[in-house]
């Protein structure tokens, strides 16, 4: 025994199948012996299971567990025997160590609804995080843990970055479905559950192949679509859409799919596989053209490195608006609200020493997060702004929250990065302030001594790009954040 144990020592870790061979072989057993033997291992041994095919458990000696071997290890066993974790490790690894927590059940195997014989998706994740090998990044996003991660920090801006041009593509696709005739009219969501099964969008369907009748009743097929673009794409990283689609067929097999795979990149062992599944492999260069593609390439370097870009080029982000302007369709307000940040930060680039955008701080070991949408540094002073680029007015929840939650946190963080400068808190709301949210405001402001606070609407902001030497960036303010505003 003591063998056996010095054995797993030296592994890192080891599946029980794998180590009951290992006895068998070396001690002249039969293999069901070697079993029994695994099964009566104890501390310092120990097992973690639920999660391997076969109902094998992954074997650790306690001096290895949570180094850098145990990781390497657990991370192989995944891949070979518990490909719905090895799922969750690959989607994260791909999008940079960082992922929402809502868009994470898109890029695995796990149904989000029970189906016999599957592991429900929120049993996995609870099961990784026991195993360390979930983290919580922040309320709104997961990472792995750092032996298993592939980037040594998650990079949070161009995660942003992707995630922003996903929506675009997502958008763009819903109204190319539509008009086509592939989707039906206003019935396409986001982050849609069909068949169990989560996909990034989805819409039912009433083309022919799709469509069956029950007693002439239509019953519509779904087209189904999940995006992977920003990083390379082999056959490893399209796994879990392949088996997502053929778990549906097994369980539900009176279910028409027309299954999309939307890519920006995809090797050639990788598109075969597609093809042969009968998945639709859409090229955002094929699908929209190359003037598309080119546009959300420089997006994601924009938003990724949107401080230094506007310090240092502001004249690259009006072009690339006027190029956003010209080559999306269709109303997309909330996307454009997810550029407003650069917008404002066009403004205080032209103007203080430093800027960062989007930048994420934390408070000492909480949990939680706070985004900074544009942080603006000069010589005496800092300026925290909050940008709100949308059609509506923001309300008395948000500027409670606001005052008594953000503000505190965020002005810990500055006292210990730029102690002794005058802090200076601003929100910029495209929609304005509801009357509630004003008073709230104001009363703040006009109390408050040991820092400033200032809130602008529509005519504060327009005032404020009219003192810039440029009728560009007011022309933009104008034509694309206020101009479907009443």
Known sequence: MTNII????????????????????TQNIEESAARKRVERLKSPIHKLKGLFSDNQSFIYHSDNYNSKDYFDKLEEAFETSAKRCFAVIVAINYHHGIILKSDLPNYTFSPTSKIKGHLLYTTLIEKLKQANVLLDYDEEHYCLNGYIAKSAEPNFRHNKSIQFVKDLVLNQFANWSRNIGLCSFKTGETNKEVG???????????????????????????????????????????????????????????????????????EINAMNKLKKTGVLIATIRELFGESYNELLKNLINTITNAGVILKK?????????????KLVNGKTNNLRGDLFELAVGYYYGKQCQSLDIGKKVRIDNDIKTREIDVLANYESEVRVVECKGYNYPVDKDYVDKYLSDKIPAVRKW??????????VFEIWSTGGFDIEATDALLKAKTNTKKYSIDYLDKTDILERANQLQTSKFADILRDYYFKEIV
């Open 414 to 423: 500055l006292e210990k990065v730029f102690p002794n400068k005058k802090q």
């Open 196 to 266: 169990g099964f989560q996909f990034a969008f989805a819409s039912p369907s009433y083309i022919n192949g799709l469509v069956q009748y029950k007693e002439s009743v239509p019953k519509p097929g779904f087209v189904v679509v999940d995006v992977l673009i920003g990083n390379s794409t082999t056959t490893k990283e399209i796994d879990f859409y392949l088996q997502k689609i053929n778990a549906i067929r097994a369980s539900n097999p009176s279910l028409k799919l027309f299954p999309v795979l939307i890519l920006d990149g995809v």
């Open 313 to 325: 080029d502001p004249e690259s982000y009006i072009n690339l608006m006027a190029q956003l302007t």
């Open 6 to 25: 010095k054995h797993i020592e030296n592994q890192g870790g080891i599946l029980s199948g794998q180590l009951a061979e290992y006895i068998a072989k």
